[in-house]
């Protein structure tokens, strides 16, 4: 039976299948053996259960917590706890390791000019990783703040809609952002600034009906953890919060409340020629935020802008969309404070459609992830392999790191302190940065450094008299690192011998009589 199943499976070339599947044919019975489940089971056993559960919301809270990091620890086997690589990365575990040892600042390095200055980041992602470090590495927090992120956005959801549309939301939330999302296998902190925004639109449906203190103190936590992750994209949170306090303009008429939502399309034709192209290159980044299933939910969501609670979350997300596109570089991060009204408009377009096309859509995201986690899941198979080649915007499969990886290996085959030197190429990129260390550099077992020739270097290998010294290469296809070969100390220039002087003669001093 095995072997029937592997020749079966071990090709997706259709000719020389047994049955004449090829990988198309293969994807196409998988989703209507999917789809057709769905459907026979849906309004008869899923959707009553789904919606029973869905009211307990203590329940929904923690099952959806305890989801994204059951996933991510199954997958440890083939991916084990991530290796940081880019710069922000690296600033946010600096700060964890600053905080660890009860300081805010590090002390200069008496050789500073071989090192990078650490860049300016927030201080909120970086506290983060020091709680988690506390139990033996920072990768803990990063796990509990995204189960925390889907657990809020499903809590944030229950005040806009209803509990089970509250809880696929949370699902969704999961499946974008889970297990194969850049921000659960990276120590960037977009989680944090995530939980921040489900806590502030959370809040602001509840003080619209209830003017409790607790749904009060929920808003300011979320501005403050949003400030703490993402300071500049906070003003628009709190301008978004402020517009759902001011007095008249929730009893808006039709009219004027489709007015505002159009406010952002116009900014958008009015733009100068090249922001528009700049935010129109940059919307290609929207797919890391909604599974393409969900796009065509979107237009179905301007039926809901009939309410003002619905166009302050539209005119907010806009916004911050608006003013994450005029910086130089794109970040994923940028939106994450908004990633909370994704997930809403996606759910309110949802709502507004058919509900069985409704159920399709949910069915294709589902039928996504199942596709790509299994892929993961079983990582070293030879289907896996195959089809790994064709998987986009899932950071699983992103190798960048392996280079870092590949490094620290070799220096942790080696005994003793190590200080590595590193050598660019002329051709660099500048955020392709090698030159991190901890908090405590001298006490660390590696130490990177700049190479800056072999004169100037001999101040840093006197400095560090007991390392073994380290040459890297990082352009080099792979890094290429080798022993610091020092400078052989050259002999002094000789110089000419001076001749001996010449020995006097006895008779030389006689004078000579005259004839």
């Known amino acids: 039976m095995h072997s029937i199943f592997d020749r079966l499976f071990r090709t997706f070339a259709a000719q020389e299948n047994p049955i004449g599947f090829g990988a198309a044919d293969f994807l196409e019975l998988g989703l209507a053996m999917f789809l057709a489940a769905l ?45 940081p690589d880019s710069n922000e990365e690296f600033a946010n575990l600096l ?57 809020l956005c499903y809590w944030m959801l229950r005040g806009w809609t209803t509990p089970l549309w509250a809880l696929l939301g949370g699902v969704l939330a999961v499946i974008e952002f889970g297990p194969l999302s850049a921000w659960m296998i990276t120590y960037a902190g977009g989680a944090l600034a995530a939980c921040g925004g489900c806590l502030v639109f959370g809040a602001l449906p509840r003080i619209l009906e209830s003017r409790r203190w607790t749904n009060f103190t929920l808003l300011g936590l979320g501005l403050v ?26 009893r808006l008429s039709p009219k004027w409340t489709a007015a505002l939502a159009a406010i952002p399309l116009l ?37 809901a802008v009939r ?18 596109s005029f910086r130089p570089a794109f970040e994923i991060n940028a939106l994450a404070g908004a990633v909370c009204l994704l997930v809403l408009l996606a759910i309110a377009g949802l709502r507004k459609m058919p509900r069985e096309a409704a159920w399709m859509i949910l069915a294709l995201c589902g039928a996504h992830f199942t596709l790509w986690y299994g892929v993961h899941v079983f990582d070293s198979s030879r289907v896996s392999r195959s089809l790994m080649a064709f998987e986009t915007w899932d950071t699983l499969n992103h190798d960048n790191p392996a280079r870092r990886i590949g490094v620290n290996r070799q220096l942790d085959a080696q005994q003793g302190k ?33 190479d800056l020739g072999p004169d100037r270097d001999q101040a840093l290998l006197r400095y560090y008299p007991d390392r073994t010294p380290w040459l890297l290469e990082p352009d080099a296809q792979p890094p290429r690192l080798t022993p610091y070969r020092r400078p052989e100390p050259q002999a002094p220039a000789t110089q000419p011998t001076p001749p001996a002087p010449k020995k006097k003669s006895p008779f030389e001093d006689v004078p000579v009589l005259p004839q």
């Not at 050789?111 to 920072?138: D, R, T």
């Not at 900014?267 to 290609?284: G, S, T």
């Open 39 to 83: 459907a026979l089971g849906s309004r008869s056993w899923i959707e009553p259960r789904a919606a029973r559960f869905a009211k307990r919301t203590a329940w929904c809270m923690l099952a959806l917590a305890a989801l994204p990091i059951g996933l991510r620890l199954l997958l440890l086997a083939h991916h084990p706890a991530p290796s």
């Open 225 to 250: 953890l949003h400030a703490s992750a993402r300071p500049h994209e906070t003003i628009w949170v709190a301008i978004g919060a402020a517009l759902f306090f001011l007095p008249g303009v929730r």
């Open 307 to 324: 309410e003002f609670r619905f166009v302050v979350a539209l005119l907010t997300l806009s916004a911050i969309l608006l003013g994450a």
């Open 418 to 450: 190590q200080l590595v030197l590193v050598h660019y190429a002329p051709i660099h990129r500048q955020d392709d940065e090698w030159v991190h260390n901890a908090a405590d550099m001298d006490a660390s077992r590696v130490v990177w450094a700049r």
């Open 267 to 303: 900014v958008l034709v009015i733009l100068p020629h090249e922001e528009f192209l700049r935010v129109a290159y940059r919307l290609r980044y929207l797919r890391f935020y909604l599974l393409p299933p969900l796009y065509l939910a979107l237009p179905f969501f301007l039926l």
């Open 95 to 151: 700060i964890a390791d600053t905080l660890r040892h009860g300081r805010l600042h590090n002390p200069p390095h008496a050789l500073p000019q071989f090192f990078e200055p650490a860049p300016a980041y927030p201080i909120g992602p970086g506290a983060l990783l020091a709680i988690g470090g506390i139990s033996g590495s920072p990768w803990v927090a990063v796990l509990f703040s995204m189960g925390a992120f889907s657990a």
